[in-house]
């Protein structure tokens, strides 16, 4: 049997251990054949000798990033201990400081955290549209969000706009509760989420305020030219052929502009057929429109959200094999 005892001093040990031990149980549930025992401010570890070593080197890499950053998330936690391949230990340990994208209101970072998120932020940098089309969970609008965050406080852009289609998911919109802003924002919520990681509670609500961010349904674009701004359109999948080229020729000078779609998460109407198919299609071969494809190797939610993506892609490949 071997032991190993780890000290946290320079941590607070809420945050190590969580809420009722949470983040205790998932490192123990990572580790079974370890007995992992807390000491006041040390960790004792004992059991397989094959066990140890990785989990010290996890354990490390969580004080690391919380001597750091002060606090880590239950599913930060989780994805560091599930965390096999070298990028994702060198997303946390942020050898390369030149690669976050923008800092929240708690100190954590905002980077692109796997190679096609990266992929994402060059063809940005180097174009004025860009289609990022991928499954969910795969960091499309997060990162998106993120580049649009950056250049505001870069100065380069004057405002930012994020939109989305208002489509119903499999529920009625009109039997919703509340007035019309009640009962769309429900659907912009992820674009809210997004944002309350990046930007203090006091100046977003300044600048939803003095409108520097603008959230809207899609519809309400018509007849703009925006100008100035990063906008970013979600969820395009659910747009037609119409909205999304009325969307597209709103882009004015200084502009950029993120396109976020999953082909295979269509809401619309049988009898309506979604544009993106058509804009990836037509729009591919424009100098100064750029394409990423994530895949399921860029999902950074739970570790089984990627098992859950590729079943549903092996189901649909053995009822449609052509």
């Given at each position: 049997?071997?032991?190993?005892?780890?000290?946290?001093?320079?941590?607070?040990?809420?945050?190590?251990?969580?809420?009722?031990?949470?983040?205790?149980?998932?490192?123990?549930?990572?580790?079974?054949?370890?007995?992992?025992?807390?000491?006041?401010?040390?960790?004792?570890?004992?059991?397989?000798?094959?066990?140890?070593?990785?989990?010290?080197?996890?354990?490390?890499?969580?004080?690391?990033?919380?001597?750091?950053?002060?606090?880590?998330?239950?599913?930060?936690?989780?994805?560091?201990?599930?965390?096999?391949?070298?990028?994702?230990?060198?997303?946390?340990?942020?050898?390369?400081?030149?690669?976050?994208?923008?800092?929240?209101?708690?100190?954590?970072?905002?980077?692109?955290?796997?190679?096609?998120?990266?992929?994402?932020?060059q063809e940005t940098d180097?174009?004025?549209?860009?289609?990022?089309?991928?499954?969910?969970?795969?960091?499309?609008?997060?990162?998106?969000?993120?580049?649009?965050?950056?250049?505001?406080?870069?100065?380069?852009?004057?405002?930012?706009?994020?939109?989305?289609?208002?489509?119903?998911?499999?529920?009625?919109?009109?039997?919703?509760?509340?007035?019309?802003?009640?009962?769309?924002?429900?659907?912009?919520?992820?674009?809210?989420?997004?944002?309350?990681?990046?930007?203090?509670?006091?100046?977003?609500?300044?600048?939803?305020?003095?409108?520097?961010?603008?959230?809207?349904?899609?519809?309400?674009?018509?007849?703009?030219?925006?100008?100035?701004?990063?906008?970013?359109?979600?969820?395009?999948?659910?747009?037609?052929?119409?909205?999304?080229?009325?969307?597209?020729?709103?882009?004015?000078?200084?502009?950029?502009?993120?396109?976020?779609?999953?082909?295979?998460?269509?809401?619309?109407?049988?009898?309506?057929?979604?544009?993106?198919?058509?804009a990836v299609r037509i729009?591919?071969?424009?100098?100064?429109?750029?394409?990423?494809?994530?895949?399921?190797?860029?999902?950074?939610?739970?570790r089984l959200v990627k098992?859950?993506?590729?079943?549903?892609?092996?189901?649909?490949?053995?009822?449609?094999?052509?």
């Amino acid at each position: 049997m071997t032991e190993a005892i780890i000290n946290l001093e320079t941590v607070n040990p809420i945050e190590f251990f969580g809420v009722n031990n949470g983040k205790l149980d998932l490192l123990k549930k990572k580790f079974p054949l370890l007995k992992i025992l807390s000491r006041g401010t040390q960790l004792k570890l004992s059991g397989a000798p094959e066990q140890i070593e990785p989990a010290c080197d996890k354990i490390s890499l969580i004080v690391s990033y919380l001597e750091r950053n002060g606090h880590m998330s239950q599913q930060y936690f989780e994805q560091v201990l599930g965390g096999d391949d070298a990028e994702i230990i060198d997303n946390f340990q942020e050898k390369n400081p030149s690669e976050v994208l923008v800092f929240g209101p708690n100190g954590k970072s905002v980077r692109a955290r796997t190679v096609n998120q990266k992929k994402l932020v060059q063809e940005t940098d180097r174009n004025d549209i860009v289609f990022a089309i991928g499954p969910a969970g795969t960091g499309k609008t997060y990162t998106a969000v993120a580049l649009a965050v950056r250049a505001l406080k870069n100065k380069q852009v004057k405002k930012i706009i994020l939109t989305r289609p208002a489509v119903e998911a499999g529920e009625s919109l009109g039997f919703l509760p509340g007035d019309l802003k009640e009962k769309i924002d429900p659907y912009l919520r992820p674009l809210y989420d997004a944002l309350d990681d990046m930007i203090p509670a006091d100046k977003l609500g300044y600048y939803m305020t003095t409108r520097t961010i603008e959230i809207a349904p899609l519809a309400y674009m018509r007849g703009r030219t925006l100008d100035n701004a990063f906008i970013i359109l979600d969820e395009s999948q659910n747009a037609t052929d119409l909205q999304l080229k009325m969307f597209l020729t709103r882009i004015g000078a200084n502009a950029k502009a993120i396109i976020t779609g999953d082909i295979t998460q269509v809401d619309l109407p049988r009898n309506q057929r979604s544009g993106l198919h058509t804009a990836v299609r037509i729009l591919n071969n424009i100098d100064g429109i750029g394409h990423i494809e994530l895949n399921e190797e860029d999902v950074v939610r739970h570790r089984l959200v990627k098992h859950i993506l590729r079943a549903y892609n092996h189901e649909q490949e053995r009822e449609n094999p052509k």
